[in-house]
């Protein structure tokens, strides 16, 4: 079992920046993948970014250049950088855990993005 803490959620207006972390505990292998996925009402959860244990990295289109994913192993702990956020990047961001071969995805709680003047 792996539980996953996630914060830095909150409200911010257009062009703001914000910056979620993520914490995991439990059960963790030195191989692994951590990312955010976000949804917005309506939607379904979509992939924002993540990286792997060797550093290597996905984004969604929708944010490269605007959002950096860091992690730090030491610490179990993912981040997420979003600079010149936009209102379509308002939605619940959701951390993600799993051990690499393992079909078991881990979730966090999610926390609350709203991006609004």
């Known amino acids: 079992q792996v539980r996953l803490v996630e914060s830095g959620g909150g409200l911010v207006q257009p062009g703001g920046s914000l910056r979620l972390s993520c914490v995991a505990s439990g059960r963790i292998s030195s191989l692994n993948v951590m990312g955010w996925y976000r949804q917005a009402p309506g939607t379904q959860r979509e992939l924002v970014a993540r990286?792997?244990?060797?550093?290597?990295?996905n984004y969604a289109d929708s944010v490269k250049g605007r959002f950096t994913i860091a992690r730090d192993n030491a610490k179990n702990t993912v981040y997420l950088q979003m600079n010149s956020l936009k209102p379509d990047d308002t939605a619940v961001y959701y951390c993600q855990y799993n051990n690499l071969g393992s079909v078991i995805n881990y979730w966090g709680q999610g926390t609350q993005v709203t991006v609004s003047s």
């Open positions: 990286m792997f244990n060797d550093g290597s990295t």
